[in-house]
T-cell receptor
Framework: RKEVEQDPGPFNVPEGATVAFNCTYS??????FFWYRQDCRKEPKLLMS???SGNEDGRFTAQLNRASQYISLLIRDSKLSDSATYLC?????????????FGKGTKLSVKP | EAGVTQFPSHSVIEKGQTVTLRCDPI?????LYWYRRVMGKEIKFLLH????????ESGMPNNRFLAERTGGTYSTLKVQPAELEDSGVYFC??????????????FGSGTQLSVL
């Protein structure tokens, strides 16, 4: 079983739609959780951290369920500029320090 | 402020040749990481430097890969001899603190390596 698994995608949605991405992780000792965004042929960039209490940043809402080892990202009112690959990232204890474990990513394409 | 820069952006080599990738972290960042994404797979950790010391190199695939960070500034990743399965995008990232805090990790735009 992969350490971080995501919806395979791709998600093709019209502008204005609401879209949700899911992610599960296998290591219950995982410490921190993030969503990164990666545009085509670009580097990954942090979109937002994910907290147990849930957190929101504008049109983006992230949630964490530690009991189910499940993370989600909700995007409301999708924009064309939201088209990208969304990477679920987990920090898992590894040796003396944590290490980022990436999911394969879910591709989102927002159409006019 | 300059971000993490990587050179070259693309490299096409033949199997058996040697390639050296370079990463210049953000100035003042002691922590430097190398990651790799093979086509169709997830981004995977290769190794972590703290200044010039290798903190964790458990992700290095085999002894054909050699990473250095002399002087604790820029880093190089050499692949010798390159094999077909080494093709992928090699990302470098840096942070001021260790990447137990994912918010403060900055990635370079990567080197696309193609081994023919």
């Amino acid at each position: 079983r992969k350490e971080v698994e995501q919806d395979p995608g791709p998600f093709n949605v019209p502008e204005g739609a609401t879209v949700a991405f899911n992610c599960t992780y296998s290591n219950s000792a995982s410490q921190s959780f993030f969503w990164y965004r990666q545009d085509c042929r670009k580097e990954p960039k942090l979109l937002m951290s994910v907290y147990s209490s849930g957190n929101e940043d504008g049109r983006f809402t992230a949630q964490l369920n530690r009991a189910s080892q499940y993370i989600s990202l909700l995007i409301r009112d999708s924009k064309l500029s939201d088209s990208a690959t969304y990477l679920c990232v987990v920090i898992t204890p590894r040796g003396s320090q944590g290490n980022l474990i990436f999911g394969k990513g879910t591709k989102l394409s927002v159409k006019p | 402020e300059a971000g993490v820069t990587q050179f070259p952006s693309h490299s096409v080599i033949e199997k058996g040749q040697t390639v050296t990738l370079r990463c210049d972290p953000i100035s003042g960042h002691d922590n430097l990481y190398w990651y790799r994404r093979v086509m169709g797979k997830e981004i995977k950790f290769l190794l972590h430097f703290v200044k010039e010391s290798k903190q964790d190199e458990s992700g290095m695939p085999n002894n054909r890969f050699l990473a250095e960070r002399t002087g604790g500034t820029y880093s190089t990743l050499k692949v010798q001899p390159a094999e077909l399965e080494d093709s992928g995008v090699y990302f470098c990232a840096s942070s001021q603190e260790a990447a137990t805090v994912g918010e403060k990790l900055f990635f370079g735009s990567g080197t696309q390596l193609s081994v023919l």
